[in-house]
Structures are given as structure tokens and as C-alpha cells.
């Protein structure tokens, strides 16, 4: 087996050029003085204990992230967002105001009310947020939390809840739980009908399957990466649904402005007028974020992104003396707050404007992602760098929501597929050897953006099977070439990205511990309807073309009634009637229909009148997803 190379020649010329060329000031301490402002004391530890015996968090494993200068198979300026996002503990940014930063890839803010805390943001997992709360009481006193946050639907931003509060807490009044409208549904819909596939490519966006170290995973760019604890979620007691909506919280009072389709669909900013500070929830943060995230996902609003950044600006300005997010570290000063919000929503109308500019001058999608460069003023404030996001595919993003995939040049409407046209490339080209010739060449010039589209044809052109020694050495030419592409990529995401492809090239298929622990909790807040969405979807028209049958389905645990039947390779459903002509009526609960739903079989406790056979036959419809679906390979 092939292990992690070193830095080619070409890739340590790159890295020293990028750190010659672009226009950042790295001497600037903003930064790190920020990161580390207010420090009160470090984790206890830095390993997190896990539900499975794995830890769920692990900050030890980074610990080659001490040196300040950059080894050449990280890209320099990934290198020094990787070592601020060490900075962990906890951090008193205003009086009254804590932060619990470096337990996860986001980050609680902790307000002191007048009678206990209100938490902002609960994490990811319950460990890292019971670790992190912990921490807090030890050094500001062993009082209740009185009231949680989420900023928005995101799961770093709720998942830990109850390592901050119980549900007895919250039922009983003692702890309120405020949200965005909208929240719930964005949260609990977001992974349900493209579950599988988003999270087979999360493997890759997160690298969790990475080692740790200089020739693997260094950061995600917004934090160190996700845990691997228990994700649990309550759902809030107050939605907020007007912007200017003022609360009393423990005594603080908070006006709230609604920014629904921004980062997430869901999301809110929040101001603290007594204590002059601003939270940006996910819409500020220091890096370019995502308008597209590679794992798969909707793309967002870049222009409604920087308009609600500048309705923050018109509400706010002369107003706030510190602003802090959910991620990164805050920034301190009427002006440079001021400055941050004005930096970053330029970034994202930029972005939005001059990709829409190509556009009307006819470049595709590819072309205007290669042509929009972000200007100095812009590119040289390190919150606006893509260790999240980049240019390139957020471009892509704003084209595709205005445009789509199709660049409306007829050879591209309705091209082979990657399979048989890799098998025709290849051909044409004289041959996989012939291929692997040129190829060697252009990897030695460094022109590994083209030797990685070559290779993955002469990989896709041998088929699942291809094991001849040409496409042997072609997936060892393609690893190598990922690798270096992952080196001296600038966004965390793109490193992983690179390096999971080059692993798996090498060892084959997935690597075990990529998968994200399944949120119970969630999942049980998903309505009957969505969940019936979603066994629509695993139908397979190969096996039950011509077929008909009708269920009334009655749930015991919620007094809910629904249908469904099947006609045309279609399945359908409605909501609270039932069918006169049904072949039978299922008795259930929502548990056992989760289990159907996710492919785990009909349960015993289910029972049917009617057709007996009706069940076991739309059972034997459905599809299976294999979870570990090949990407790098056919
Ligand atoms: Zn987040």
C-alpha cells in the first residue's frame, strides 16, 4: 500500500508563490491577538470521550500544528487558519460575554443573565458541549442554564443541546429555547431525501477518515472538524418570526433581525444594545463561506446573503463595540466590526455580481468560475480567504442558481455518460499506456489539474473491475495527482477532498469511521408526510412496473391517519383521510415506519388488516442504498 508522499518540487514552488503573490499582509497579528483575546483557561483535556469508545473530539491529534511555518504539503495560508483554529478554551470577549471555543467545529457563547446563562449555539454533540460547560462553570460559577439559542437550522448549531439542558428543563419552563422561524423544518429536512449521498460525500468534504498531520486532514477551514458525539436536538419553545422582535432573556434584552436564506434557510442575527455587542450567527465568519457546499446541498442566495449583511449595517452601526459569530474568533471596535460586516457582504455581492457579468457575456459556467478573481481590496483581508468556500465553486453556484447545470452549447446537452465516454476518450487517445505516457510528463511540469481529468478517464474507461497493470498505475499517477491538487489547495475542504480520493484510489472504497452518528432525536421530529417523501424515493420501477396496491395507514403513538398507494411506478400520499378500495390498513408507529423508511425491514409489531400480503409486497419494492457508494472509481 502506497502511503502519503512528500511535496513535489512543483508543489513547493507553488506554495512559495502563492505566499509571494497574494495580497494578504502576513505579518498582520489581527488575528491571532483576537483569537486569543481574553483567555481564561484551557480544556481540561484534549481528548473528549466518545458514545462508542472512539473520542468525540481529539485536539492532541493536531498537535503538529505547533510550528509557525508551513510544511510544503499544506497550503501556507490553510496553514495558519488551521493553527487560530487551535486556539481552545474559554474566553471572556465583553463583560458578561464567554466564549467555549476549540470543543468542535463551531462554538457556544455564553451571555451571564441575571440569574444563570443564556447559551448560544450548543455544538455539534453532547460531549463536546457538556465538556465545554464544564469548563465555563469551573471558572464563572455553577449556575442553571436559563435559555438556549440556535442561530439557525445548521446541526453544529444544536446537536449538543442536551449537553446544556434537559428536556425536563425546557418542558418545565426552566430553560427557554429560542429559534429562527422555520427553523425545525429546515433542520430535520435537510438530510432526509438525499441523506445517503450527502453523507457518503461528507466523508470527503470532512476527511474524517483522514489521519491527522501535515500529508492529511489539518482543518476544516471554519473549525478543526466536526465531533463524533451523541447528536440529540429539542426543539425551541419561542420562534422568532419578524426582524426588530425585542426579548427579555434573564434579564438581557435582545433585538433580532431574520436572515431566512442566507447561510441556511433558517438564520438569525441578534444585538445586545446594553452591552454593545453583536452576534452574525454563520453569516459572518473569517472565510469566504460556502454558496454551494461540496458535500452536496442546495445552493444559497449570495445577493440575499450581502442584503441582509447590509440591513445589519443600517440597524446596527454606531451601535456595536464587539461582534462575535459561531465560529472564528470575534473582532473588538466600533470601526473594525463595522468594517468586518462591510468586508464580508462585499464579498458575497462581488461574487454574485460578476459571475452574473460573465454570464451575460456568454461564458459558461466553468469559464466564469476561471474568470472571476476577487479584488485585492477584497482577496487581502484574511476573513474574506477560502479556507470554507472558494471562488471557484461558489461562482459555479451563483451560475447554477440563475442558469443550471446545462451551458446551453448543444454538445453538452446530452453527452456520454463518464463511464463509455471515458472507454471512447481513452480509444481515440491511442490507449491507457499511451495516456499514462503523456501523463507522467505533464505530472512532472506540474500540470496536475489536467492529469487528474486524464487519469479519472483511463480509471473510468477499465470499468469496477479494471485491474490490468495500466490502470493500476493510472490510479497510482491519479492518487499522486490528487494529493498534490489537496497540498496546495487554500480551502480545508478541498484538501479533504483531494486526500480522501487519493486514499481511497490507493487502499480502495471507503475507510471505515466516516460515518456520522445518526441523530435520533432528529429524525423522530420528522413529520409523518416527509418521511412518506422519502419511501417514495426508494421505489423501484424495475420491480413493481404494472402494479397497484393502496394502504390506509393508522399511527397509534401520534392519532395520526395517512395513505399511500402505488400505481403507475409512482408512489403517493395523503395526509389524515383514508381510501375506500385499500388493500389494507396498517397499524403502526412512527418508529416502524422510520425502520421502513430507512431500510431496515418490516417490524413484527405492525399489524395489517386486509391483504396480508400487501406489506411484504411494497417491502419487496423498495430500494437499498449502499452507503459507501464509489466516487473515485466506477
Ligand atoms: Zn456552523
Known sequence: MTEPKDATAHTVETQRRFREQSPMDWDDRTDHDNATRGFVAGPSSPTIAGPSGRPAWDLSAYAFLAGAEPPPTVNPSLWRQARLNMEAGLFTIADRIHQLRGFDLSEITLIEGDTGFIVIDPLVSIEPAAAAMALAREHLGDKPVTAVIYTHSHIDHFGGVKGVTTVDDVESGRCRVIAPVGMVEAAVSENVFAGTAMSRR???MYGATLDKGPRGQVDAGLGKTNSLGTVTFIPPTETITETGTVLTVDGIEIEFQLTPGTEAPAEMNFHFPQFRALCMAENCSHNLHNLYTPRGAQVRDALAWAKYMDESIVRWEGRVDLVFTSHHWPVWGAGESMAYLATQRDLYKF????????ANHGLTMAECAEEVELPAEIAGQWCNRPYYGTVNHNVKAVYQRYLGWFSGNPAELHPLPPEPAAVKYVEYMGGAAAVLERARADFAAGEYRWVAEVLNRVVFAAGAAGSDPATAEARELLADTYEQLG?????????NFYLVGAAELRHGGAAEGGAEAAALDLVMAVPVPMLLDALALRLDPGVCAGQRLALNLVFTDLRERHCLWVANSVLHHR???????????????????????????VSEGITVEGDAGAVPRLAGWLDGFDPNFAIVTP
Open 487 to 495: 497540498y496546495q489547495a487554500e480551502s480545508g475542504p478541498w484538501r
Open 351 to 358: 461574487l454574485h455580481d460578476q459571475t452574473l457579468r460573465h
Open 202 to 204: 461528507a466523508q470527503f
Open 575 to 601: 395526509n389524515g383521510v383514508h381510501l375506500d378500495d385499500a388493500d389494507a390498513t396498517v397499524t403502526l408507529t412512527k418508529p416502524e415506519l422510520l425502520m421502513a423508511v430507512g431500510g431496515l425491514g
